[in-house]
């Protein structure tokens, strides 16, 4: 089946600090899509990437859309601790009917 | 709110019993979808609905599980004869079917908060 890789698993930052995580596939996507969850809730879509190549940004979150169409990117500015949760890509399987997830990378900020 | 909807929240059972979550979608969506989560992993795919048509199921864990979707509005999801392999999270989500001029748009999924099931 459809995979999705990312990295890093977890991260334990300083408020203040950027943080970057990536996503990889085996397959092309034409879509990336990256989401947060925050604990006890569903995940709230943050990005949407329809291009490759494509930079995307949404507050201080940016997200790239690899040229290769198996890979996403997303970067975090100037963290602070609400943007502690775990960050999932996601990307359409067969035919664009079946979003497929990641196994999140989960980010701890420290005040 | 016109966020989509999931009831209950939390729900404990006993192994053996059925148990059925409630979905109520974005109304201007007519595609929705069951997601599985357990512990540290992401969402996995169950089964997804367009206006009243099941048009995958495949992906359910197992006879005991169903969903159905009789008016094309809301949807349930049953489980049969529950295992403690069962518990997890339950997610729905609705979305926008493929659009002409903008058939990506069917990716974009708005999720509920979640049926949580614990079984013992």
């Known amino acids: 089946g459809q995979q999705l890789n990312q990295s890093p698993q977890s991260m334990f930052i300083q408020e203040g600090e950027d943080v970057s995580m990536n996503c990889t596939s085996s397959?092309?996507?034409?879509?990336w899509l990256w989401y947060k969850q925050d604990p006890g809730e569903g995940p709230v879509l943050l990005i949407a990437?329809?291009?490759?190549?494509e930079l995307t940004s949404n507050g201080r979150l940016t997200a790239q859309f690899g040229i290769t169409r198996k890979d996403s990117f997303l970067n975090i500015s100037a963290s602070i601790p609400s943007d502690v949760g775990i960050y999932f890509c996601a990307g359409p399987y067969n035919a664009g009917n079946m979003l497929t997830f990641g196994g999140g990378t989960r980010l701890m900020v420290k005040p | 709110d016109t966020g989509v909807s999931q009831d209950p929240r939390h729900k404990i059972t006993k192994r053996g019993q059925n148990v059925t979550f409630r979905c109520d979608p974005i109304?201007?969506?007519?595609?929705l979808y069951w997601y599985r989560q357990t512990l540290g992993q992401g969402p996995e795919f169950l089964t997804y609905f367009q206006n009243e048509a099941q048009l995958e199921k495949s992906r359910l864990l197992s006879d005991r599980f169903s969903a159905e979707r009789p008016k094309g509005s809301f949807s349930t999801l049953e489980i049969q004869r529950t295992e403690q392999g069962d518990s997890a999270m339950y997610l729905c989500a609705s979305s926008f079917p493929p659009l002409a001029g903008f058939p990506s748009g069917a990716n974009v999924l708005t999720f509920g908060a979640g049926s949580r099931l614990t079984v013992l």
């Open positions: 397959s092309i996507f034409n879509t």
């Open positions: 990437l329809y291009k490759a190549g």
């Open positions: 109304s201007e969506h007519n595609r």
